[in-house]
Protein backbone atom coordinates (compact mmCIF):
# COMPACT_ATOMS: atom_id res chain seq x y z
CA UNK A 1 0.00 0.00 0.00
CA UNK A 2 1.97 3.31 -1.16
CA UNK A 3 -1.11 5.75 -0.25
CA UNK A 4 0.74 8.27 2.49
CA UNK A 5 -0.66 9.97 5.32
CA UNK A 6 -2.96 12.41 3.90
CA UNK A 7 -4.82 9.72 1.51
CA UNK A 8 -5.10 7.51 4.59
CA UNK A 9 -6.78 10.44 6.63
CA UNK A 10 -9.27 10.38 3.68
CA UNK A 11 -9.72 6.91 4.21
CA UNK A 12 -10.55 7.06 7.67
CA UNK A 13 -12.67 9.86 7.53
CA UNK A 14 -15.11 8.03 4.46
CA UNK A 15 -15.68 5.18 6.63
CA UNK A 16 -16.52 7.27 9.74
CA UNK A 17 -18.85 9.19 7.08
CA UNK A 18 -20.56 6.34 6.18
CA UNK A 19 -23.34 6.01 8.97
CA UNK A 20 -24.17 9.84 8.10
CA UNK A 21 -24.11 9.24 3.75
CA UNK A 22 -23.86 5.77 2.88
CA UNK A 23 -22.88 6.46 -0.59
CA UNK A 24 -20.62 9.89 -0.67
CA UNK A 25 -20.20 11.85 -3.10
CA UNK A 26 -17.37 14.15 -4.12
CA UNK A 27 -18.98 17.29 -3.39
CA UNK A 28 -20.05 16.01 0.18
CA UNK A 29 -17.03 15.22 0.84
CA UNK A 30 -15.20 17.73 -0.16
CA UNK A 31 -16.09 20.18 2.54
CA UNK A 32 -15.48 18.00 5.22
CA UNK A 33 -11.86 17.03 3.96
CA UNK A 34 -10.96 20.78 3.76
CA UNK A 35 -11.76 21.34 7.62
CA UNK A 36 -9.12 18.71 8.01
CA UNK A 37 -6.41 19.60 5.44
CA UNK A 38 -7.59 23.19 3.82
CA UNK A 39 -4.16 23.27 1.81
CA UNK A 40 -4.39 19.95 -0.36
CA UNK A 41 -7.57 19.89 -2.81
CA UNK A 42 -9.60 16.12 -2.31
CA UNK A 43 -8.62 15.37 -5.91
CA UNK A 44 -4.97 14.68 -4.88
CA UNK A 45 -5.61 12.33 -2.27
CA UNK A 46 -8.13 10.67 -3.81
CA UNK A 47 -5.91 9.78 -6.54
CA UNK A 48 -3.50 8.55 -4.33
CA UNK A 49 -5.98 6.11 -2.91
CA UNK A 50 -7.38 5.38 -6.65
CA UNK A 51 -4.02 4.71 -7.58
CA UNK A 52 -3.26 2.36 -4.33
CA UNK A 53 -5.93 0.31 -5.26
CA UNK A 54 -7.89 1.90 -2.27
CA UNK A 55 -10.87 3.73 -3.39
CA UNK A 56 -12.84 3.53 -6.78
CA UNK A 57 -15.55 6.20 -8.02
CA UNK A 58 -18.17 6.49 -10.24
CA UNK A 59 -19.72 8.96 -11.99
CA UNK A 60 -23.45 9.90 -11.31
CA UNK A 61 -25.10 12.66 -13.42
CA UNK A 62 -23.01 15.35 -12.46
CA UNK A 63 -21.18 14.12 -9.45
CA UNK A 64 -18.57 11.61 -8.98
CA UNK A 65 -19.90 8.47 -6.16
CA UNK A 66 -16.04 7.84 -4.02
CA UNK A 67 -16.12 4.44 -2.40
CA UNK A 68 -13.63 2.37 -0.74
CA UNK A 69 -12.30 -0.82 -2.02
CA UNK A 70 -12.15 -4.51 0.54
CA UNK A 71 -8.61 -3.16 0.51
CA UNK A 72 -9.18 0.21 0.91
CA UNK A 73 -11.62 -0.45 3.62
CA UNK A 74 -8.70 -2.89 5.57
CA UNK A 75 -6.25 -0.02 5.24
CA UNK A 76 -8.63 2.80 7.31
CA UNK A 77 -9.33 -0.16 9.81
CA UNK A 78 -5.35 -0.69 10.03
CA UNK A 79 -4.29 -3.01 7.72
CA UNK A 80 -7.71 -5.73 8.21
CA UNK A 81 -10.81 -5.73 9.61
CA UNK A 82 -10.97 -6.95 12.95
CA UNK A 83 -14.26 -7.15 13.68
CA UNK A 84 -14.41 -9.77 10.88
CA UNK A 85 -11.65 -11.65 12.39
CA UNK A 86 -13.46 -11.84 15.69
CA UNK A 87 -16.22 -13.54 14.27
CA UNK A 88 -14.87 -15.88 12.49
CA UNK A 89 -16.05 -19.52 12.78
CA UNK A 90 -13.28 -21.70 14.69
CA UNK A 91 -13.42 -25.47 14.31
CA UNK A 92 -11.78 -26.05 17.36
CA UNK A 93 -8.29 -27.04 16.37
CA UNK A 94 -5.24 -25.88 16.84
CA UNK A 95 -2.34 -25.92 13.81
CA UNK A 96 1.12 -26.35 15.09
CA UNK A 97 3.86 -25.55 13.11
CA UNK A 98 6.85 -27.30 13.34
CA UNK A 99 10.25 -26.33 11.70
CA UNK A 100 13.81 -27.69 11.69
CA UNK A 101 16.33 -25.74 10.09
CA UNK A 102 19.85 -27.13 9.58
CA UNK A 103 23.09 -25.27 10.03
CA UNK A 104 23.57 -21.71 10.61
CA UNK A 105 20.86 -19.58 8.87
CA UNK A 106 20.32 -16.51 10.67
CA UNK A 107 18.62 -15.10 7.75
CA UNK A 108 16.94 -17.73 6.69
CA UNK A 109 15.58 -17.93 9.96
CA UNK A 110 14.51 -14.41 10.17
CA UNK A 111 12.59 -14.52 6.90
CA UNK A 112 10.58 -17.76 8.63
CA UNK A 113 9.96 -15.85 11.46
CA UNK A 114 8.70 -12.72 9.65
CA UNK A 115 6.57 -14.39 7.79
CA UNK A 116 4.82 -16.11 10.91
CA UNK A 117 4.65 -12.71 12.69
CA UNK A 118 2.88 -11.16 9.52
CA UNK A 119 0.35 -14.32 9.38
CA UNK A 120 -0.12 -13.72 13.53
CA UNK A 121 0.97 -17.18 14.34
CA UNK A 122 1.91 -17.80 17.84
CA UNK A 123 4.91 -18.77 19.28
CA UNK A 124 5.20 -21.44 22.06
CA UNK A 125 9.28 -22.34 21.65
CA UNK A 126 11.68 -21.41 18.64
CA UNK A 127 10.45 -23.90 16.47
CA UNK A 128 6.49 -24.10 17.75
CA UNK A 129 4.44 -21.62 16.31
CA UNK A 130 0.42 -22.27 16.66
CA UNK A 131 -2.95 -20.82 14.53
CA UNK A 132 -6.14 -21.10 15.35
CA UNK A 133 -6.59 -21.39 11.21
CA UNK A 134 -6.38 -23.76 9.17
CA UNK A 135 -2.61 -24.24 7.86
CA UNK A 136 -0.73 -26.98 6.14
CA UNK A 137 2.85 -26.74 3.99
CA UNK A 138 1.44 -26.12 1.03
CA UNK A 139 0.76 -22.66 2.05
CA UNK A 140 3.91 -21.61 3.48
CA UNK A 141 5.94 -19.55 0.94
CA UNK A 142 8.54 -22.50 0.82
CA UNK A 143 9.83 -21.38 -2.43
CA UNK A 144 10.63 -17.76 -0.99
CA UNK A 145 12.02 -18.86 2.16
CA UNK A 146 14.46 -21.64 -0.01
CA UNK A 147 12.98 -24.36 2.46
CA UNK A 148 12.19 -28.09 1.73
CA UNK A 149 9.17 -29.65 2.42
CA UNK A 150 10.44 -31.88 5.25
CA UNK A 151 12.08 -28.63 6.61
CA UNK A 152 8.82 -28.19 8.29
CA UNK A 153 5.30 -29.91 9.60
CA UNK A 154 2.07 -29.12 10.34
CA UNK A 155 0.46 -31.13 13.27
CA UNK A 156 -3.35 -30.37 13.57
CA UNK A 157 -5.05 -31.34 17.46
CA UNK A 158 -5.94 -30.86 20.89
CA UNK A 159 -4.06 -29.55 24.06
CA UNK A 160 -4.32 -32.77 26.48
CA UNK A 161 -6.32 -31.97 29.93
CA UNK A 162 -5.70 -30.49 32.27
CA UNK A 163 -4.47 -28.15 29.75
CA UNK A 164 -7.15 -25.90 27.86
CA UNK A 165 -7.19 -23.11 24.93
CA UNK A 166 -6.28 -20.68 27.35
CA UNK A 167 -3.45 -22.04 28.21
CA UNK A 168 -1.89 -22.09 24.38
CA UNK A 169 -3.50 -18.31 24.32
CA UNK A 170 -1.36 -17.34 27.41
CA UNK A 171 2.00 -19.15 26.03
CA UNK A 172 1.68 -18.25 22.41
CA UNK A 173 1.10 -14.55 22.95
CA UNK A 174 1.74 -11.42 25.00
CA UNK A 175 -1.46 -10.51 25.63
CA UNK A 176 -0.59 -8.24 29.06
CA UNK A 177 1.80 -6.10 26.18
CA UNK A 178 -0.93 -6.14 23.72
CA UNK A 179 -3.44 -4.54 26.65
CA UNK A 180 -0.76 -2.14 27.13
CA UNK A 181 -1.01 -0.83 23.37
CA UNK A 182 -4.47 -1.22 23.43
CA UNK A 183 -4.91 1.08 26.74
CA UNK A 184 -2.22 4.03 25.11
CA UNK A 185 -4.93 4.06 22.11
CA UNK A 186 -7.78 4.33 24.75
CA UNK A 187 -5.94 7.11 25.61
CA UNK A 188 -5.78 8.76 22.87
CA UNK A 189 -9.34 7.79 21.46
CA UNK A 190 -9.85 10.24 25.33
CA UNK A 191 -7.68 13.03 23.64
CA UNK A 192 -9.92 12.74 20.50
CA UNK A 193 -13.20 13.38 21.76
CA UNK A 194 -11.78 16.19 23.90
CA UNK A 195 -10.84 18.46 20.72
CA UNK A 196 -14.00 17.00 18.41
CA UNK A 197 -15.87 18.82 21.15
CA UNK A 198 -13.83 22.63 20.86
CA UNK A 199 -14.70 24.72 18.53
CA UNK A 200 -12.71 25.58 15.84
CA UNK A 201 -9.57 23.19 16.23
CA UNK A 202 -7.25 24.48 14.05
CA UNK A 203 -6.62 21.53 10.94
CA UNK A 204 -3.13 21.07 11.96
CA UNK A 205 -3.99 20.26 15.18
CA UNK A 206 -6.86 17.62 14.05
CA UNK A 207 -4.09 16.02 11.06
CA UNK A 208 -1.62 15.00 13.79
CA UNK A 209 -4.51 14.02 16.30
CA UNK A 210 -5.85 11.75 13.23
CA UNK A 211 -2.16 10.56 12.30
CA UNK A 212 -1.31 10.01 16.21
CA UNK A 213 -4.28 8.03 16.68
CA UNK A 214 -3.60 6.00 13.83
CA UNK A 215 -0.10 5.45 14.52
CA UNK A 216 -1.21 3.80 17.75
CA UNK A 217 -3.82 1.95 16.71
CA UNK A 218 -1.54 0.15 14.42
CA UNK A 219 0.98 -0.63 16.70
CA UNK A 220 -1.48 -2.21 18.97
CA UNK A 221 -3.31 -4.35 15.71
CA UNK A 222 0.57 -5.11 14.84
CA UNK A 223 0.71 -7.30 18.46
CA UNK A 224 -2.93 -8.79 18.72
CA UNK A 225 -3.31 -12.10 16.76
CA UNK A 226 -6.78 -10.61 16.62
CA UNK A 227 -8.25 -14.39 17.36
CA UNK A 228 -11.66 -15.81 17.12
CA UNK A 229 -14.09 -14.40 19.70
CA UNK A 230 -13.91 -17.52 21.60
CA UNK A 231 -10.37 -17.84 22.51
CA UNK A 232 -9.86 -14.24 23.37
CA UNK A 233 -9.01 -13.53 27.15
CA UNK A 234 -11.28 -12.02 29.63
CA UNK A 235 -9.06 -9.06 29.97
CA UNK A 236 -8.64 -8.29 26.82
CA UNK A 237 -9.10 -4.63 25.47
CA UNK A 238 -8.79 -4.83 21.86
CA UNK A 239 -12.88 -4.90 21.09
CA UNK A 240 -13.09 -1.84 23.46
CA UNK A 241 -10.48 -0.31 21.50
CA UNK A 242 -12.11 -0.46 18.06
CA UNK A 243 -15.31 0.63 19.47
CA UNK A 244 -13.86 3.58 21.23
CA UNK A 245 -12.11 3.94 17.58
CA UNK A 246 -15.07 4.26 16.01
CA UNK A 247 -17.08 6.28 17.83
CA UNK A 248 -14.34 8.96 18.09
CA UNK A 249 -14.14 9.27 14.54
CA UNK A 250 -17.63 9.31 14.42
CA UNK A 251 -17.96 12.07 16.80
CA UNK A 252 -15.23 13.75 14.86
CA UNK A 253 -17.35 13.62 11.24
CA UNK A 254 -20.69 14.72 13.22
CA UNK A 255 -19.27 17.76 14.58
CA UNK A 256 -17.90 18.52 11.16
CA UNK A 257 -21.36 17.91 9.48
CA UNK A 258 -22.98 20.11 12.17
CA UNK A 259 -20.66 22.86 11.48
CA UNK A 260 -21.29 22.71 7.73
CA UNK A 261 -25.16 22.97 8.45
CA UNK A 262 -26.12 18.89 7.97
CA UNK A 263 -25.68 16.63 5.45
CA UNK A 264 -23.93 18.84 2.10
CA UNK A 265 -26.89 18.07 -0.84
CA UNK A 266 -25.06 15.83 -3.28
Not at 41 to 64: I, K, N, V, Y
Not at 137 to 147: A, E, F, I
Request: net charge positive; with cysteine.
Amino acid sequence: MNADSAALDLAELIVALLDWIPHPTAHQLRPILERWDPRHGFRPQFRALSRAGLAECRRTGRDTRISLTPKGRAAALGGLDPAARWSRPWDGQWRFLLFDLTGYQPGLRMRLWRWLRQGRLGCLQNSVWISPDRLDTHSLPLRDLHLTPDACTVIQGRPAPPDQDADLVRSAWDFTAIDTRYRQYLRAAEQGLDLASSRDVPPAQRRKWLRFQRLVWRQALSLDPVLPSPLCPPSYLGRDAFESRAQVLARWVESDLQALGGVPAP
